[in-house]
């Protein structure tokens, strides 16, 4: 059973990106709530969520702030500090998927 708070009135942010921060390199332990824990210091987390196959963590997450302003700051704060002996690593998850865009449409060109 996996129980898991949100804020559902804020579709559009959800859709657009704005305020999703991806979190990588998390130790099998981190939990959501764990990871809610983490950033809430940063300001208000709609939702968050550790990604998990079969009851174990897949080491990466997303937490979705109400604002990017809060992303941002997360980030900043956070990224390459240790938790639980792992270095995070994070991205802004509208940055993240540009990259991936940029990657495929150099794959493409190469081909």
């Known amino acids: 059973m996996r129980i898991m708070w949100s804020q559902k009135d804020v579709a559009y942010r959800r859709r657009s990106g704005?305020?999703?921060?991806?979190?990588?390199?998390?130790?099998?332990?981190?939990?959501?709530?764990?990871?809610?824990?983490?950033?809430s210091p940063f300001g208000v987390i709609l939702s968050c969520k550790v990604a998990e196959e079969n009851g174990q963590s897949k080491g990466f997450g997303f937490v979705q702030f109400a604002t990017?302003?809060?992303?941002?700051?997360?980030?900043?704060?956070?990224?390459?500090?240790?938790?639980?002996?792992k270095k995070l690593n994070q991205r802004n998850k509208a940055a993240r998927d540009i990259w991936k865009l940029w990657e495929d449409s150099l794959s493409k060109s190469d081909a």
Do not use: P
């Not at 921060?21 to 332990?29: H, M, P, T, Y």
């Not at 990017?68 to 980030?75: D, F, I, K, L, N």
């Open 68 to 85: 990017e302003q809060s992303a941002v700051a997360a980030r900043l704060a956070s990224h390459g500090s240790m938790v639980d002996g």
């Open 18 to 39: 704005l305020g999703n921060l991806f979190v990588k390199n998390l130790d099998s332990s981190i939990t959501s709530s764990c990871l809610e824990r983490m950033f």
